[in-house]
């Protein structure tokens, strides 16, 4: 069996951002299960305007191609003022059909392991068709990154993040067969 294509979304364009620390860990855990292609999806490399403020026809149409590339994600958030990041909202909204029927995974971090992010994102994946996995892994940004700065994820995170991946599989595998062309399942 081929496979599963899974992307890991760095949730935040800010300077300073400890996504990449994050979604690197997360990468490295993932590698060593090999049961999947996992690669990182960084959205501050697409360069998307706000929605509606400019002509992104470039920019959206290289964002959608790559979700689409895509079986699953695990989304690496941040909590900013008890949500998801303005630019991860945006990137959200650029995409419709290339999040449809597909699972995710979330690994959040924030004052409160980023729990609120993480719940107002599950409620703009359910509107994506997007089902979003029970086990997250939650981090604090007081124990487990050092000064605030340098990611030192505490062990324990392990179980979790291994949990999120084998639900982020799982269902990833079976909604594939909602998006494979009627003609290859004839």
């Known amino acids: 069996m ?4 899974i992307g890991i979304i760095l949730g935040s364009t800010r300077q300073g951002r400890l996504s990449p620390q994050v979604g690197e860990w997360v990468k490295r855990i993932a590698d060593e299960r090999g049961d999947a292609n996992y690669q990182i999806v960084d ?7 706000l929605l509606g403020e400019a002509d992104a ?12 590339e895509l079986d699953g994600f695990v989304f690496i958030v ?11 909202k945006n990137a959200l909204d650029y995409a419709r059909e290339a999040w449809n029927n597909k ?7 924030g004052s409160v392991g980023g729990a609120r992010a993480a719940e107002h994102l599950r409620g703009i994946l359910g509107e994506l068709s ?3 996995v029970r086990v997250h892994p939650a981090l604090s940004l007081f124990t487990d990154f050092e000064n605030g700065a340098t990611f030192k994820p505490a062990d324990l995170h392990l ?15 079976a909604l594939k067969t909602l998006r494979v062309p009627a003609a290859a399942q004839a």
């Open 43 to 49: 959205i501050a490399d697409y360069r998307l305007p």
């Open 78 to 88: 941040q909590e900013y003022n008890h949500s998801i990041s303005a630019s991860l």
């Open 130 to 132: 997007v089902a979003d």
């Open 159 to 173: 179980i979790n993040l291994n949990g999120m991946f084998d639900q982020v599989l799982a269902w990833s595998g």
């Open 2 to 5: 081929e496979k599963l294509n």
């Open 57 to 68: 026809t470039e920019q959206a149409t290289a964002w959608n191609a790559k979700l689409a």
């Open 103 to 109: 699972a995710a995974g979330i690994v959040s971090y």
